[in-house]
């Protein structure tokens, strides 16, 4: 299955999406791009909060989670 990249916009920007980087939709500005690898915890992030013993899962995402898996 393709993904119409035209289909996305920036997560940060707004602007037409041009690339999927750190699991974000962005545009070719590198300050989109930078602001993409800070909300995933740059390269390897979720591999270093697996190591320090935090979840996997985003923040936002874990209260979600743990209400799924009936831990709320």
């Not at 990249?5 to 989109?32: H, L, Q, R, W």
């Not at 690898?37 to 936002?60: N, S």
Request: aromatic share 6%; proline share 7%.
């Amino acid at each position: 299955m393709a993904l119409n990249m035209e289909d996305y916009t920036c997560e940060f920007c707004g602007g037409p999406c041009k690339n999927i980087v750190y699991a974000s939709f962005v545009c070719d500005n590198p300050e989109c791009l930078e602001k993409a690898r800070v909300a995933r915890g740059g390269p390897g992030g979720h591999m270093k909060r697996k190591a320090e013993g935090k979840p996997i899962l985003p923040e936002d995402l874990e209260k979600a989670a743990d209400e799924l898996n009936g831990r709320a």
